[in-house]
């Protein structure tokens, strides 16, 4: 079955420092990745995505991720973190079954900036 | 171009009561799909609509059901509320583009429902 693991479940960074969230997935075919951020109650806004090519991704924000197929991973990085990067961040894998396509989700890492 | 939209923001009911939930997707999108995210954990997939059939189902028991209409917009019901009921619940858009595949989902910012 897929799944997705977000080992850090709660990461404080201060403002101007670099940020990597990790993220290790489980899927017997070639994945397709996904980042996500959550604010506060709010939905949930696409950061960035691998389906293929490039394994290093560029998103929205100033993040970006790389796929290491060898690691199962697809860490999310950013050089230096601003004070509204303060959310939860959510990876996911796109999981192909039943003729469908569902996403599964890790449960989420949540990230405080300090000033 | 309007975004996923979801109604109502907020809903409060009491154990056993039914529940009906909205979604209209963003525009140019045929697929959608729902997911349940409980206090503090990533969100579930629940089912996912296409061509006005349900294609593929989440762990979820048959209290969960849905639907969606010609226009691509959909609803979630559940029936027989329970406490554990009580999350936040997103539905997500996206366009078919294989057999099987859908491109980028989409997400609405969700309705909180809270069974009491």
């Known amino acids: 079955a897929q799944s997705v693991t977000q080992p850090d479940i709660h990461i404080t960074v201060s403002e101007g420092a670099s940020l990597e969230l990790r993220c290790n997935y489980s899927?017997?075919?070639?994945?397709?990745l996904f980042w996500y951020v959550q604010s506060p109650g709010q939905g949930l806004q696409l950061l960035l995505k691998y389906f293929s090519g490039d394994t290093l991704v560029q998103g929205i924000k100033g993040f970006e991720a790389e796929f290491k197929r060898s690691q199962s991973s697809f860490n999310l990085r950013k050089p230096s973190v601003h004070w509204s990067d303060a959310a939860e961040y959510f990876c996911?894998?796109?999981?192909?079954?039943?003729?469908?396509?569902?996403?599964?989700f890790g449960k989420g890492t949540k990230l405080t900036v300090n000033p | 171009d309007a975004g996923v939209t979801q109604s109502p923001t907020h809903l409060i009911k009491t154990r056993g009561q039914q529940v009906t939930l909205r979604c209209s997707p963003k525009s140019g999108h045929d697929t959608v799909s729902w997911y349940q995210q409980a206090l503090g954990q990533g969100p579930q997939f629940i089912f996912q609509y296409y061509e006005e059939e349900e294609r593929q189902r989440g762990n979820f028991p048959d209290r969960f059901s849905g639907h969606q209409f010609p226009n691509y917009s959909s609803e979630l019901n559940v029936n027989a509320l329970w406490l554990g009921d009580s999350a936040l619940y997103l539905c997500a858009s996206s366009l078919r583009v294989g057999i099987s595949l859908t491109d980028t989902q989409y997400f609405g910012p969700g309705t909180r429902l809270t069974v009491l």
């Open positions: 996911a894998v796109g999981a192909l079954q039943g003729g469908s396509e569902k996403l599964v």
């Open positions: 899927y017997g075919a070639t994945p397709y």
